[in-house]
């Protein structure tokens, strides 16, 4: 049993947050809210959202998943308007999802999750830590687009930087530790990534939000933020490029 509404805003964040990686995807339910985990088809990043039943306000859930079209879920997300209010009810003798938004009612076809992963998300011990404000990493990535398709992300005690080299142009954007919200590191760390993974999950925060990235050197970058007013939290993770010393 899934029975929930919610403010169309805060469906929009997951589904704008889960469409960066997948098409479909599972829904893990429970009394205490809904989680999800999914790789994307090139196995590069991981998403692992939590929604907190507060982020909703009706949900009733028995332990139970479905699986979503986030297309669909997305397409009629956008008939809603300001904070028009979303019903959502789980059809399980139809396998179907009843949305109401407004005067409109969509009843839409579930995926059958006997074939989707469970991943587990790996137990990083990483190095360095780095919070920073949305708006300063898209700043970093729009100058970097042009450059090259892969970025650096550099911590040390003293700073954060990201830069970008292409075959003739560089570009490099840093921050103080005071300019940031927070930084922490023993020593200095870098590590490469794919410029349009790593800009795409970046334009699921909300603007005006914080970012916490955990790094170590040719490690992966775990990055979390919270969404609907801090009631869930998402984690990415984004495999590096493995740089040769040669």
């Not at 982020?55 to 956008?78: P, R, V």
């Not at 949305?134 to 550099?154: N, P, R, Y």
């Not at 292409?166 to 300019?179: L, P, S, T």
């Amino acid at each position: 049993m899934f029975q929930a509404r919610a403010r169309a805003e805060v469906l929009k964040e997951v589904v704008n947050v889960v469409s960066t990686l997948v098409d479909e995807a599972k829904f893990t339910m429970n009394s205490d809210g809904l989680t999800l985990r999914a790789v994307d088809p090139a196995h590069i990043a991981m998403v692992d959202l939590t929604l907190g039943k507060d982020a909703f306000d009706e949900f009733k859930a028995d332990e139970s998943e479905i699986g979503i079209d986030i297309d669909k879920l997305s397409q009629f997300l956008k008939l809603s308007r300001g904070d028009n209010i979303v019903d959502m009810k789980h059809d399980e003798d139809k396998r179907r999802l009843k949305i109401v938004v407004g005067d409109i009612t969509r009843h839409m076809s579930l995926i059958d999750t006997t074939g989707m992963s469970d991943p587990k998300v790996p137990n990083l011990d990483l190095p360095a830590s780095v919070t920073v404000r949305s708006e300063d990493l898209m700043q970093g990535i729009k100058a970097s687009e042009t450059i090259s398709d892969h970025i650096a992300l550099v911590a040390s005690p003293e700073a954060f930087e990201m830069s970008c080299e292409g075959d003739m142009d560089q570009v490099h954007w840093k921050k103080a530790k005071k300019d940031l919200p927070a930084l922490k590191a023993q020593g200095s760390v870098r590590s490469l990534f794919p410029l349009e993974y790593f800009s795409n999950m970046l334009k699921s925060v909300s603007s005006g939000s914080e970012v916490t990235m955990h790094l170590g050197s040719d490690y992966p970058v775990r990055m979390e933020f919270k969404i609907a007013d801090g009631k869930g939290e998402v984690r990415y993770l984004l495999a590096p490029r493995i740089e040769s010393n040669d």
